[in-house]
């Protein structure tokens, strides 16, 4: 009995059409990267898992897809171990690889190792999948695609404000209304300070990251549960709950955590960010969201993520600033900044809203129909006319019947139809059918390309 074929959950298949429209996406998003002078790199999709473990959190390193070694990888397992259920330590003799799990601390690897071919402040961008170990569900999974663009190398807040134009440049030209959240690592460790909880930082940002899912109340229980006391979550409740314009809740916070040295110095980040970007023309609104923390511990300056407007579907970019991750693989006192824009939520968000051009199309602009041998030879000529002029073509394979092939072209959505048979060939006057208004034209080779190039 034959097995049934299936996917693993959280991946999938992409067809033509689907594949045209992702790399609608793609191209669009490559082509302000290069606009704005970054270079593209690439890196392996695995890594080692010293690379990549302890770099996200308690949470991402239980996310992170590891690979089992090659041959007997049990042979090395201690005994004890198993029956301990030291989890930690079974894992690292069975396995020493792991699918990545994003493209930042790939790319502080990368900048370590090639630190010496690279010109500081380091422009780069990426365009590669990676592999969370995540429960699949509407807009995250399993497998996905990210676009990453940092600048490394350089502690000026210009490149925090060019990110930000290179977010709103890239989602006008999706057509996506989006806003931009702000925040700053220093920020929330003036928060941390100001309750009396420093030590917490990391459970403190945990929580409230996560109350745009599960609400302030759950996060108050999630920090309860960690050991925060009564006091201090009250402490914390009046400065999650800030409302009013990015100003004002600046001058709240100023009040309220501006006597520590980290949330000044944060404070002070965001204000001129917010003043540059306030004099340039971007369309998207800015929002400072002193809540917002991303959940990723290397993080130590602005923090921003970006929400579709009309569709709930999670962030569909984020990133921030990172200090000194290349620190941890030799090389410290690096500071960059940089975002990752989600390519399949972005699909999801196009689809959802139709917001997909109508030109995006996976299949050709023209089908030549196969009469038989003498003018399926003869199309073959014309058909590299046809492509040599910048439009694609393609001729059918077998000489069926017109029925069959106008199907053909229905089907793959082809917006054109050649026909030239005997007649065709000595007259020199091609037939050219629009298959979405069923206008027909008789002309030379020349007037029929001029006709489709409109």
């Not at 003036?190 to 309750?195: S, Y």
């Not at 130590?300 to 693989?329: H, M, N, P, Q, W």
């Not at 602009?365 to 199309?379: I, S, T």
Request: negative net charge.
């Amino acid at each position: 009995m034959s097995q049934k074929p299936s996917l693993p959950k959280g991946t999938r298949d992409f067809t033509p059409d689907e594949m045209a429209k992702r790399n609608f996406i793609f191209d669009t998003i490559n082509k302000v990267f290069k606009n704005y002078g970054y270079q593209p790199i690439e890196t392996p999709a695995m890594e080692n898992l010293s690379t990549l473990m302890g770099k996200y959190g308690e949470e991402g390193d239980r996310l992170l897809f590891k690979i089992l070694n090659s041959g007997d990888y049990l042979k090395n397992i201690d005994q004890t171990d198993v029956t301990n259920d030291n989890l930690s330590k079974i894992t690292t003799t069975i396995s020493e690889k792991g699918l990545r799990y994003d493209l930042t601390v790939p790319f502080a690897r990368y900048v370590v190792q090639h630190r010496n071919e690279i010109t500081f402040p380091f422009k780069r961008y990426q365009v590669q999948p990676v592999w969370r170990a995540d429960r699949p569900q509407k807009g995250r999974y399993r497998e996905f695609y990210q676009c990453d663009v940092d600048v490394i190398g350089s502690d000026s807040l210009l490149n925090e404000v060019e990110l930000i134009r290179v977010i709103d440049d890239i989602f006008k030209r999706l057509n996506i209304d989006i806003v931009i959240k702000l925040n700053n690592r220093k920020i929330l460790t003036g928060i941390a300070e100001i309750i009396n909880a420093p030590e917490r930082l990391t459970d403190i940002t945990t929580a409230i990251d996560k109350i745009d899912k599960i609400g302030v109340e759950k996060v108050y229980e999630e920090l309860r549960q960690k050991g925060l006391d009564e006091d201090t979550i009250e402490m914390l409740e009046p400065i999650i709950n800030l409302g009013g314009g990015n100003s004002q809740r600046l001058i709240c916070l100023k009040e309220i955590i501006g006597i520590t040295s980290a949330g000044s110095q944060g404070i002070q980040e965001m204000q001129y960010i917010l003043d540059l970007t306030e004099q340039l023309d971007i369309k998207a609104e800015i929002k400072m969201e002193q809540a917002l923390a991303r959940g990723l511990n290397y993080y130590t300056g602005t923090i921003i993520e970006v929400l579709a407007k009309d569709v709930t579907i999670g962030s569909v970019c984020g990133g921030g600033r990172y200090d000194d991750l290349t620190g941890v693989f030799g090389l410290p006192d690096v500071s960059g900044v940089g975002v990752s824009f989600g390519a399949d939520r972005i699909y999801d968000v196009l689809t959802e809203l139709d917001l997909f051009p109508e030109q995006v199309q996976g299949s050709a602009d023209v089908l030549l129909v196969n009469f038989g041998e003498q003018e399926a030879k003869f199309c073959l000529k014309i058909m590299e006319v046809i492509q040599n002029s910048g439009i694609s073509a393609e001729l059918y394979p077998n000489p069926a019947k017109l029925k069959k092939q106008m199907k053909y072209a229905n089907q793959k959505s082809v917006r054109f139809v050649i026909l030239i048979g005997e007649e065709e060939i000595k007259s020199g006057q091609y037939t050219l059918k629009d298959m979405i208004t069923g206008d027909q034209m008789n002309g030379m080779l020349s007037e029929l390309i001029n006709r489709i190039k409109q």
